[in-house]
Structure formats: C-alpha cells, structure tokens
C-alpha cells in the first residue's frame, strides 16, 4: 500500500504518507504551548502520523484568531515549541508548524486588525484598518522572524498559511482585496505579498517549506484553480510542496462536501505547478487516500477530523486492511490480543 510507504521531500522522510493537518484547538494562554499540546500532538504522534501539522501559530500578537491561538511572535515562545517538537520526535513522527496571521478574521480583543482593504468578513468580524506600505514590510518582517524561530525550535517543516480567507488569501481574493497598488489589481499583483513573504521565510529556515491555499473560493467570480496555479509557478523555487485546501474567502460561499471533494483541486495545482501536493478534504478512508496517491498522482494525505475523533485512526485503518504497522506493545495489546499475548507476554 503506498499509502504506508516512505515518502522523502528534500531532507523530510516521513514514515508514511499521512499527514495530520493544522487544526486550531484554542487551547493556549498567551501563544505559549502547554501541557494540552504536548498529550494532544504527542497522541497523534503515537497514532502513527508521518507529518503532524501544528495548529496556525500567529507572527503577530495582534493577528491571532483569537486569545487562544499559539504563538511564534516572541522569542519567549522558542522554549515550549522545541519542547513540542521534542516531544513528537521522541514518539516517532516529523512535525511542521503553520505560521501566519488571520486579518480581517481576527477576534482578538483591542487588537490592530490588519487586512488587504478596509473590508469586513462579515457584520460579526471588525472592520479592519488597510494596511499602508510600512504595514506590509513590517509583517513581512513577522513572517522571517517566526521562520527564524521555527528553525530554533527544530521543526521539520514550514507552512505558510495562506488559505481559508486568513491574511495572505486576503490579498489573494478580489472579494477582499480592492487595492489600487502593487499589491492590487491582477492576481498577479494581488499574489506579490506571497511572494515577498516566501522570499525572506527561505533565508531563515532551512527545513521543507510549504504553502496552504483555498485553490477555490466557492463563490461567482473568485478566483479558480487554474488562475492560482499560473501565479504559483512564479514562486516556485522558494516552494517544495503545496497543501491543497478551498474556501473561507467569503462570508455565503456554495460549498458541497463529499468525502474527496477537493481532490481535483489537488491535482489541479500539481499539473500546472509541477510540485508535490498535500490533498485534504473528507479523506477518511484507506481506501480512497490509496486511490489519490496511485489514481490522481497526490503525494500526502491529510486526514483532519479523522484524526482530531481517533488518533489511533491510522492503526484502526491499517487493522482493517490487516496490515500490522505498530511497534507499540501497549497498541498491539487493543488490536491483536490473541497474537500479542503468544508473541510477546510469553517471551
């Protein structure tokens, strides 16, 4: 099953193809890790995932989603990301972080929300204020910091989150961007932020860096996947792989969910591109990640809510496919108790 096979990216070897993706749990004080992270990620890390994903981690105090998020914007917090870090490593599986700032989708109290325009998400969300030129060079400078600290703090992989309407997709969506500069106008121009962004993040980390874009916005006249892969190839040598997402660049868009429904997209952006891809999407079974990996030529596979329900998802898959890939005699005790007990408490 290549599902379960190695997969190597630049200096990453991964154990399999499984990635667990960035799902924000809200549990930080003040963006330090605490002891929820260290069990939540330490779980899946046991569960067998080749790349956890650590949630969104803000570049600025002020642009988190909310007071829950985790932080990279202070030196302060170099000690408990390497201490998360630490922890995965020691349990078997590589771990990336996603940095980036949520604009306009920011429910910080008092905070300077920043955004592309002075256009809200919707009446719940504050109106941001429209970031000036020394705005953008200043969170251009977050950005490097962050990746600066990233790279202390030991992480395999770097993810610039730049989907689901957050920041960077900002710039991105004409639904939220009406700028009349440099970083207005064409997707093109609208795409120089990404750009500038991905620029300096390379000279400060040396691991894989990633990208995760909405490759659809769901809504009449946003941009299609086509449009974004063309800008994409622009960035190219300072990308080694693109996690393929959609949505969240407007408040009503028409979504239809179905277990796979953003595997086009995926194969989409690795055609025209010419990168490796991450698909996520209601990818759930062993089953259809298989049928990706050997039918549509998808590189890794993302399986969220599959495994924020059962970090053992993977082991439970792999069990039903009987195939044994735990080395863990606490793991192997819950799934072949016969074979466990004649193999390994009688020795």
């Given amino acids: 099953m290549k599902l379960l096979e190695k997969y190597v990216l630049g200096n990453l070897e991964l154990k399999n193809r499984i990635v667990m993706p960035p799902m924000d749990v809200y549990e930080a004080e003040d963006g330090y890790v605490n002891e929820f992270h260290l069990a939540h990620y330490g779980a899946r890390a046991i569960g067998n995932v080749g790349l956890i994903i650590q949630e969104v981690t803000s570049v600025r105090k002020d642009g988190r989603i ?9 030196d302060d917090h170099i000690e408990g990301l390497k201490k998360l870090v630490d922890t995965v490593h020691k349990l078997g599986s590589k771990i990336g972080v996603q940095i980036g700032d949520a604009g306009r989708k920011g429910l910080v109290k008092n905070a300077d929300i920043l955004s592309s325009s002075d256009i809200s998400f919707s009446d719940y969300f504050p109106k941001p204020r429209k970031m000036e030129k020394e705005d953008i060079l200043s969170l251009i400078n977050d950005f490097k910091l962050a ?5 202390v703090a030991g992480y395999d992989y770097l993810e610039l989150h730049a989907a689901h309407g957050y920041l960077i997709n900002q710039f991105l969506s004409s639904f939220s961007n009406n700028r009349e500069d440099e970083y207005g106008g064409n ?4 795409a120089k932020l990404l750009g500038e962004i991905l620029n300096e993040v390379r000279k400060e980390f040396k691991g894989v860096i990633g990208i995760r874009i909405s ?9 299609l996947p086509e449009d974004l892969a063309k800008v994409l190839i622009d960035f190219k040598h300072n990308i080694d792989i693109i996690h393929v997402s959609s949505g969240g660049t407007v408040n009503e868009g028409i979504l239809s969910f179905y277990p796979g429904y953003q595997l086009s997209f995926a194969k989409t952006i690795k055609e025209i591109v010419g990168l490796p891809v991450i698909a996520v999407g209601q990818i759930d079974s062993f089953d259809l990640a298989e049928f990706a990996i050997r039918d549509l030529g998808i590189d890794l596979i993302a399986a969220g809510r599959a495994l924020l329900r059962n970090p053992n998802w993977i082991i439970d898959e792999a069990f039903k496919n009987n195939i044994d890939i735990s080395s863990r005699k606490s793991i192997k005790r819950a799934y072949y108790r016969e074979r466990f007990v004649e193999k390994n408490l009688k020795k």
């Fill in 66 to 74: 909310s007071e829950q998020d985790l932080g990279i914007w202070s």
């Fill in 147 to 151: 990746a600066k600290r990233a790279q």
């Fill in 187 to 190: 997707l093109k121009n609208r």
């Fill in 215 to 223: 490759a659809y916005e769901w809504a009449e006249g946003g941009y």
